[in-house]
């Protein structure tokens, strides 16, 4: 019912900038709530940021600052602007929305940022 692609991850050195992008198709995608979480090696899936319906954003402590999430109703895309990059933002980084009955995860895009 829904579709996530994500797309615009590589390789950046620290203090470097790239943007995300989430493309959503399916039921009522303007209607979600859409995150972006991130994955390292190793590590537990981590949330990153939200932003509702209605643009409301919020953010991890640890990209709080740096990171921006929006969103194009018109065109079903979110994306994640990522400033001022670290080291420890390596990660693959997923696209996610919560449905009635189940998650629904892009394939993720990996980030690698040297130091």
């Known amino acids: 019912q829904v579709r996530l692609v994500e797309s615009g991850g590589g390789l950046v050195q620290a203090g470097g900038s790239l943007r995300l992008s989430c493309a959503a198709s399916?039921?009522?995608?303007?209607?979600?709530?859409m995150d972006w979480y991130r994955q390292a090696p190793g590590k537990q899936r981590e949330w990153v940021a939200a932003?509702?319906?209605?643009?409301?954003?919020n953010y991890g402590d640890s990209v709080k600052g740096r990171f921006t999430i929006s969103r194009d109703n018109a065109k079903n895309m979110v994306y994640l602007q990522m400033n001022s990059l670290k080291p420890e933002d390596t990660a693959a980084y997923y696209c996610?929305?919560?449905?009635?009955?189940?998650?629904?995860w892009g394939q993720g895009t990996q980030v690698s940022v040297s130091s």
């Open positions: 996610h929305t919560q449905g009635a009955l189940r998650d629904y």
């Open positions: 399916g039921s009522f995608v303007t209607s979600r709530t």
């Open positions: 932003v509702t319906s209605g643009g409301t954003t």
